[in-house]
């Protein structure tokens, strides 16, 4: 076993245990807005760890090239796909829980 491979299995694992952390916070956490926090942000990183570590493993330089630009297009879609989902869900009247009881809406 190499170093290559090593380093390419802890991201693949890493990229794994984010992704169970990140269904792990849709179930546990208690509203709408703090799960799709949870799953916004563990999605991309669970997702940046796997192609990472299959950039590592890729056999050619253009399939690591394929899998940059994949990793490229989920930086920028997938943080603005759940800031739209939060903005629509504020825009339709889905209003935050309130924390502190002396405050009012």
């Known amino acids: 076993m190499t170093l290559v491979d090593i380093v390419s299995g802890i991201c693949l694992v890493g990229g794994c245990a984010f992704g169970i952390i990140g269904a ?5 956490f208690p509203d709408f ?9 563990t999605d991309t990183l669970s997702a940046a760890l796997i192609l990472v570590g299959l950039m590592i493993q890729a056999p050619s330089f253009t399939t ?28 339709g009247g889905f209003r935050p829980p309130v924390t502190d009881p002396d405050r009012q809406p």
């Open 33 to 41: 807005y703090s799960r799709l926090h949870a799953a916004g942000i």
């Open 64 to 91: 690591a090239a394929k899998l940059l630009l994949v990793l490229v297009f989920l930086f920028f879609t997938s943080p603005t796909a759940t800031h739209a989902l939060a903005r629509v869900a504020l825009l």
């Open 24 to 28: 792990v916070g849709l179930l546990r």
